[in-house]
C-alpha cells in the first residue's frame, strides 16, 4: 500500500523534473539508478531512502525541503491547487518558459499579466 508521504515526495520528485526539463533517464543517470526505479518513486510505489533523496535533491537544485513542502496541506480545501496546477503540463512548459525570459522582459511580462488578470 502507497503511504501519502511517499506518494507526496514522488510527485514533488516529477514536478521538479519537469520544472528543469529533465527526463527519468537523465535524472537516473546522475543519480546512478535505473530510470524504472524512478518511475517507481515518482508513483510512490517505492520509498525514496534519505541518501537517495539527498542524491536527488543535488541532481534537481532544490533542498531536500523541497520534497516536503505542502505535505498534509492537500487535507486542507483548496490544498491541491498547486499539485494539480503543476500535473498539468502545459502549465510546466509555461513556467519553464517563463523563467528562460531574462529578469527585466520578466517582470515587464509578469506586470502585463497583472493588469490583464485584474481586468478579466
Do not use: C
Request: zero cysteines; glycine letters at 8%.
Amino acid at each position: 500500500m502507497k503511504h501519502p508521504v511517499d506518494v507526496h515526495v514522488g510527485k514533488r520528485i516529477r514536478q521538479r523534473r519537469w520544472m528543469i526539463g529533465m527526463t527519468q533517464q537523465q535524472l537516473a543517470d546522475h543519480v546512478g539508478i535505473k530510470f524504472q526505479q524512478i518511475q517507481k518513486y515518482e508513483t510512490g510505489m517505492n520509498r525514496v531512502s534519505a541518501s537517495r533523496l539527498w542524491d536527488i535533491s543535488d541532481a534537481v537544485g532544490v533542498p531536500i525541503s523541497f520534497f516536503f513542502e505542502g505535505l498534509g496541506e492537500a487535507e486542507q480545501p483548496g490544498g491541491e491547487l498547486i499539485g494539480d496546477m503543476f500535473a498539468d503540463k502545459e502549465a510546466l512548459q509555461l513556467v519553464r518558459s517563463y523563467y528562460a525570459i531574462p529578469e527585466a522582459q520578466r517582470r515587464r511580462l509578469f506586470d502585463l499579466a497583472k493588469v490583464l488578470s485584474q481586468a478579466a
